[in-house]
Nanobody
Framework: QVQLVESGGGLVQPGGSLRLSCAAS????????MGWYRQAPGKQRELVAT???????TYATSVKGRFTISRDNAQNTVYLQMNSLKPEDTAVYYC???????????WGQGTQVTVSS
């Protein structure tokens, strides 16, 4: 079973930056689509960014131009670089691994991001 461990969350002022990391327990990037989701209090979990097998990326409209998803295959790690953070980016951020052929989904434990002055 794939294990995902997120890190890098914290408290940051508006306009600041954070980089989240998601370390996978094994080499899965060739068969899994990796994504970052977030869930704010009282709201549904939403997709923030996705990176596909051949490094194609997609972003939610609300973060496009500010967030960048990337990965290091050698380290089995996916990153989410978040710049120009806004208070509305405050949420618990989750890493997800999705295998399209079997519809398997694995989730990390989540990391809190708080944007506040």
């Amino acid at each position: 079973q794939v294990q995902l461990v997120e890190s890098g969350g914290g408290l940051v002022q508006p306009g600041g930056s954070l980089r989240l990391s998601c370390a996978a327990s094994e080499s899965i990037f060739s068969i899994y689509v990796m994504g970052w989701y977030r869930q704010a209090p009282g709201k549904q979990r939403e997709l923030v960014a996705t990176i596909f097998r051949y490094d194609t990326t997609t972003y939610a409209t609300s973060v496009k131009g500010r967030f960048t998803i990337s990965r290091d295959n050698a380290q089995n790690t996916v990153y989410l670089q978040m710049n120009s953070l806004k208070p509305e980016d405050t949420a618990v951020y989750y890493c997800n691994a999705h295998r399209p052929s079997t519809r398997e989904d694995y989730w990390g434990q989540g990391t809190q991001v708080t944007v506040s002055s």
